[in-house]
T-cell receptor, first 117, second 114 residues
């Protein structure tokens, strides 16, 4: 069972470069999320999506963009990378469709460790 | 606005000791959900437990137990007879609202020494 798959696992970028962090899930989950985790901090929500074609901002969206063209994929794009975006990025998905769907836990990928120098 | 406070930042215990990780939350919603996640040194996030706001029954799973008290807005996690493999960062999280976005605490780093 693949679950939530993130690529790449590690990446080093130069200031001003751009890149896309890939996230795909094979559980047919409608809800998907992107978080960043900084040292000593909990995870903060960047963007989320409640289904294909629908995305919305989270707590820290500046400097990022997302798209959701399919149920499976939810890529996160960094434009003009800055040192403040050095972080570990987690993608997550959550099941919907049942009466108690709001209580379903989010399933996380293994993370992408991104350094911007 | 939602908030999760994990006041303890680092805890160190000797193997076989019991340890309690504290979590205090704030929310204006009457229906909400609480979660604990474990992040071992390898970095992945592992779901441990969820609790609905309308279910205050405590739960035990092996060496793990959780104490949910709405009166004090707390959802504490106890590990009994800790083991070295319990060494990890533990996050408490709160979810409410239609889109069930998670609000995380800052995490507690637990070190269990042999």
């Amino acid at each position: 069972n693949a679950g939530v798959t993130q690529t790449p696992k590690f990446r080093i970028l130069k200031i001003g470069q751009s890149m896309t962090l890939q996230c795909t899930q094979d559980m047919n989950h409608n809800y998907m999320y992107w978080y960043r985790q900084d040292p000593g901090m909990g995870l903060k929500l960047i963007y989320y999506s409640v289904g294909a074609g629908i995305t919305d901002k989270g707590e820290v969206p500046n400097g990022y963009n997302v798209s959701r063209s399919t149920t499976e994929d939810f890529p996160l794009r960094l434009e003009l990378a800055a040192p403040s975006q050095t972080s570990v990025y987690f993608c997550a998905s959550r099941r919907t469709g049942s009466l108690n769907y709001k209580s379903q836990p989010q399933h996380f990928g293994d993370g992408t460790r991104l350094s911007i120098l | 606005a939602q908030k999760v406070t994990q006041a303890q930042t680092e805890i160190s215990v000797v193997e076989k000791e019991d340890v309690t990780l504290d979590c205090v939350y704030e929310t204006r919603d009457t229906t909400y959900y609480l979660f604990w996640y474990k992040q071992p040194p390898s970095g992945e996030l592992v779901f441990l437990i969820r609790r609905n706001s309308f279910d205050e029954q405590n739960e035990i799973s092996g060496r793990y137990s959780w104490n949910f008290q709405k009166s004090t807005s707390s959802f504490n996690f106890t590990i009994t007879a800790s083991q070295v493999v319990d060494s990890a960062v533990y996050f408490c999280a709160l979810s409410s609202g239609a889109n069930s976005k998670l609000t995380f605490g800052k995490g507690i780093t637990l070190s269990v020494r042999p």
